[in-house]
C-alpha cells in the first residue's frame, strides 16, 4: 500500500452500508460493480443486512477494493455517503497504531468500560515487571499466562438509537416485559444483530460468545451463572471478558479440561482454564461447544443473547442480575 494511501475506518464503513442500503439493495448494489460481483456468494440465504456488509467489509479488505466500493455508494446514495464521509478515512496520526491502542480508541469513542483498559495497562505493567524479574534471575519456570481481563458492563450508560414503531422478534416482547423505555434496560443503543455465536453449557451456568468483527475490534465471552437452586431463569451474576484466544493456540489450554470434543476448548477452554473464579463458579461442561446463527441487541443498561440452539433469549443488566425468557 502507498504510504499517502486512505486508511479507512471499517466501522464507519459499516454503519454507511447499513444506512445506504436495505438487504436486497446491497446485493444488487454488489452485482452491478464488477469489482464486488466475486462476494455475491457469499451472501447466504436469508442473512442479515449486518452480516452482508461484514462479508464486503472482509472481501474488501482482502482485494484492496476499498475505492470502488465507496465510489459506487457514492454515486447509489450520495445523502447517506455525504453523513459519514467525514468519517471514512482514519486521520494520519492513528494509521499506524498498534491494535491495543486501536481497541482501546474504540472504547474511549463509545464511551464504555475505560476502567476496563486502566486495569488493563496495571495488568500489562505488572505483567512485564515480573518478566523483567524472571530474566534478572528471580524465580525459576515458565512465566504466568496473563489473565483475561474481565470487562462485565457497571456503567454502561450507551448512547440510544431512534426507535422504530417494534423492535425485531424476539426482543420487542421480551423488551417490553422488562418495561420497555422505562425499564432496566432503557432504549436500544444499536440495532439487532443477526449473526453466528457460539453456546456451551456447563453444571452452573452457560458461556455464550459473541463475535463483534470490527466494532469493537474485540471478540466478547459472556458467563452467566446460574440462580439460586440451579435456577436458569434468573441470577443475580453474569460477567463479560474479551476473548483472549487466537487462531493457532492450542485446543486444550489445561490439563483440567475434559477431553475433546466437549472440552472447553478454544476461547471458552482458554477463559476456563485461567479464570479460577470461572472454573470453580461454572463446574464442568456437560457437552460440547455449538456454533450456530443467533444474535444481540445492546441496550443503553444491558444488553440481550438471542440463544436460538436452545430457544431462549438472556436479558443481561448492567447491575450483573439476569433473566431468561424463552423464544
Known amino acids: 500500500m502507498a504510504e499517502n494511501a486512505p486508511v479507512y475506518n471499517v466501522a464507519v464503513v459499516r454503519r454507511l452500508l447499513i444506512s445506504a442500503f436495505t438487504p436486497e439493495g446491497l446485493k444488487r448494489f454488489c452485482q452491478d460493480q464488477p469489482a464486488l460481483a466475486d462476494v455475491i456468494p457469499r451472501f447466504g440465504i436469508g442473512q442479515g443486512l449486518d452480516d452482508m456488509a461484514g462479508e464486503v467489509i472482509d472481501y474488501c479488505q482482502a482485494q484492496l477494493t476499498w475505492d470502488e466500493l465507496l465510489r459506487g455508494v457514492k454515486e447509489r446514495n450520495p445523502r447517506q455517503y455525504a453523513r459519514f464521509e467525514a468519517e471514512l478515512c482514519l486521520p494520519a496520526g492513528m494509521r499506524a497504531v498498534t491494535f491495543p491502542q486501536r481497541v482501546a480508541r474504540g472504547w474511549r469513542a463509545r464511551g464504555r468500560l475505560r476502567w476496563a483498559w486502566a486495569a488493563g495497562i496495571l495488568v500489562a505493567i505488572a505483567a512485564a515487571a515480573v518478566g523483567i524479574w524472571r530474566l534478572a534471575g528471580g524465580?525459576?519456570?515458565?512465566?504466568a499466562t496473563p489473565a483475561v481481563v474481565s470487562t462485565a458492563f457497571r456503567t454502561t450508560m450507551l448512547t440510544p438509537v431512534v426507535l422504530a414503531s417494534e423492535l425485531p422478534e424476539p426482543y420487542d416482547e421480551i423488551w417490553r416485559a422488562v418495561g420497555g423505555e422505562k425499564g432496566?434496560?432503557?432504549?436500544?443503543?444499536?440495532?439487532a444483530v443477526s449473526r453466528r455465536y457460539s453456546v456451551q453449557e456447563f453444571e452452573h451456568g452457560v458461556i455464550f460468545?459473541?463475535?463483534?468483527?470490527?466494532?469493537?475490534?474485540e471478540n466478547w465471552i459472556y458467563v452467566i451463572y446460574w440462580g439460586n437452586g440451579a435456577d436458569?431463569?434468573?441470577?443475580?451474576?453474569?460477567?463479560?471478558?474479551?476473548?483472549a484466544w487466537l487462531a493457532g493456540d492450542p485446543a486444550l489450554s489445561c490439563d483440567q479440561a475434559a477431553p475433546l470434543p466437549v472440552g472447553p476448548?478454544?476461547?471458552f477452554g482458554r477463559l476456563w482454564c485461567e479464570q479460577a473464579e470461572v472454573q470453580a463458579g461454572l463446574g464442568a461442561a456437560l457437552g460440547q461447544e455449538v456454533n450456530v446463527k443467533g444474535g444481540w441487541l445492546d441496550f443503553q443498561h444491558g444488553v440481550m443473547l438471542y440463544d436460538i440452539w436452545n430457544k431462549r433469549v438472556f436479558v443481561l443488566f448492567e447491575n450483573e442480575h439476569w433473566r431468561a425468557f424463552a423464544d
Open 209 to 217: 460468545f459473541r463475535d463483534n468483527k470490527y466494532d469493537p475490534a
Open 139 to 143: 524465580g525459576s519456570g515458565p512465566a
Open 232 to 243: 436458569k431463569t434468573a441470577g443475580s451474576s453474569w460477567v463479560r471478558y474479551v476473548d
Open 184 to 191: 432496566s434496560l432503557g432504549l436500544p443503543a444499536a440495532a
Open 265 to 267: 476448548a478454544g476461547g
